[in-house]
């Protein structure tokens, strides 16, 4: 039964979670999820209740997107598999997880479940986790399991003509609190916290500031602004995520010949911005047009914006030759191949 806005429902076919605010993530009957080692039915990917991870938040996963190729064909494309690899075993690293797979091992399984899948268009997200075993809150006692899942999630923030932010009460959690630079579940408790904030007052997206009052990023984003020509982002230093998609805009912008400063942004500063926009894995580039009720610029989608969001889009698929350094092709077999 229905409570309150989020509602499971359990279908013969597939299995749907949905929320408000969110993109319903539906897996259905012949899909596959890669867990320790083995491509299981989606149906049979099961955790114990007493997962250590689900009690105390230690795990750590990646977010990444394969792409169908411009080019056409059956192949697609896994956008800068490797550096998200990297942060991968970087954030497993500072939590200090004994994870048994290799760097080769997760790459080459993360294409495998791509591939079983049959999916050429796909959200992708690898997680390790602190599996069942001995409980209390040193996780070290137990095994590291690791598993692989693709969806369909097209639109994680749905608004071509851009959304509407608020500044959130909450803070975003401080590096002398906790490793902002891994990419862990239990930092995107306080992300949900901002989020619930923001769409429950009427808006799309939080934006987070730093202890010291400095913005750091959004709910699940780096934030951007455009001032004066000028593309400004927050340091990693006041707590924003050391986000892929971030880097590229930045790379993007400078072969671009568009200005870009790393640095400190504040509050009133965004209020003042010309543009502004969100990046993410899931969210890809998305314009803001309102900031706190105030228009950013003139309440339409910018042009640095626009410019930097149809080569983002030209480049994840493989359309412009100057970053194909950042694509791992995958082949479809063709009878499987599906375009969801």
Known sequence: MPRGPCTLQSLQTKVYFACYGSIVVSVGKGMKIWMNGSLVDAEDAKVHVLTHALHYATGIFEGIRCYESGGGGNGSYIFRLHDHVKRFFSSAKIYMMDVQYGFDDIVDAIIDTVKANGMRNCYIRPIAYYSYGRMG??????????????WKWDEYLSAE????????????????????????????????????????????EAIML????????????NVFMV??????????????????????VLQIAKHEGIMCEVRSISRDELYLAD???????????????????RKVGDGGVGVITKRLKGIYEDVVRGR??????????VEMDSSTATKP
């Not at 040193?138 to 598993?147: E, I």
């Open 275 to 293: 543009e502004a926009f969100l990046t993410g894995t899931a969210a890809g580039i998305k314009p803001i047009v309102m900031i706190d009720n």
């Open 161 to 204: 003509q851009g959304i509407r932010c608020m500044v959130s009460s909450w803070r975003r959690i401080d590096a002398r609190t906790m490793p902002v630079g891994a990419k862990a579940t239990a930092n995107y408790a306080n992300s949900a916290l901002a989020r619930i904030e923001a769409l429950k007052n009427g808006f799309d």
């Open 137 to 150: 809150v040193n996780p070290l006692p137990n095994k590291v399991d690791v598993a692989i899942a693709v």
């Open 227 to 248: 001032r004066d020509g000028v593309l400004c982002t927050p340091p990693t230093t006041d707590g924003a995520l050391a986000g892929i998609t971030r880097d590229t």
């Open 320 to 329: 412009d030759e100057r970053f194909v350094k950042w694509l791992t092709y």
């Open 210 to 221: 730093n202890i010291n009052g400095m913005v750091a990023e959004a709910s699940a984003e």
